[in-house]
Nanobody, 126 residues
Framework: QVQLAESGGRLVQTGGSLRLSCAVNGGTFSRLHMGWFRQAPGKEREFVAA???????????YYRDSVKGRFTISRDNAKNAGALQMNSLKPEDTAVYYCAAGYSGSYVDSRSYEYWGQGTQVTVSS
């Protein structure tokens, strides 16, 4: 069983930065692809960013268009952890952010993620 725990969410002003962390316990970390999703009030959960498992060198990362150039996803295979660095935050980035992991499937599709954290709230004030 794989367990994920996010941290780092808080209230921040427009233009500010946050770093979300995701601690992973269990499973074979190097074989997991990792992703971040978010869900704003009244909206469906949406893909934010993904990083492939260690053996996939096709593309180092994936992002939704609205966060490209502002967000950076990373993973630390020595610490079994992931992170999402968020810069130039906007009010529309306000949401609960979820860390997720899986062993197969499309990196941008939530159905490819078998394991989910509880979420961390990010609020960007205008």
């Amino acid at each position: 069983q794989v367990q994920l725990a996010e941290s780092g969410g808080r209230l921040v002003q427009t233009g500010g930065s946050l770093r979300l962390s995701c601690a992973v316990n269990g499973g074979t970390f190097s074989r997991l692809h990792m992703g971040w999703f978010r869900q704003a009030p009244g909206k469906e959960r949406e893909f934010v960013a993904a990083i492939p498992w260690v053996g996939d060198r096709t593309n180092p990362s994936y992002y939704r268009d609205s966060v490209k150039g502002r967000f950076t996803i990373s993973r630390d295979n020595a610490k079994n952890a992931g992170a999402l660095q968020m810069n130039s935050l906007k009010p529309e980035d306000t949401a609960v952010y979820y860390c997720a992991a899986g062993y197969s499937g499309s990196y941008v599709d939530s159905r490819s993620y078998e394991y989910w954290g509880q979420g961390t709230q990010v609020t960007v004030s205008s």
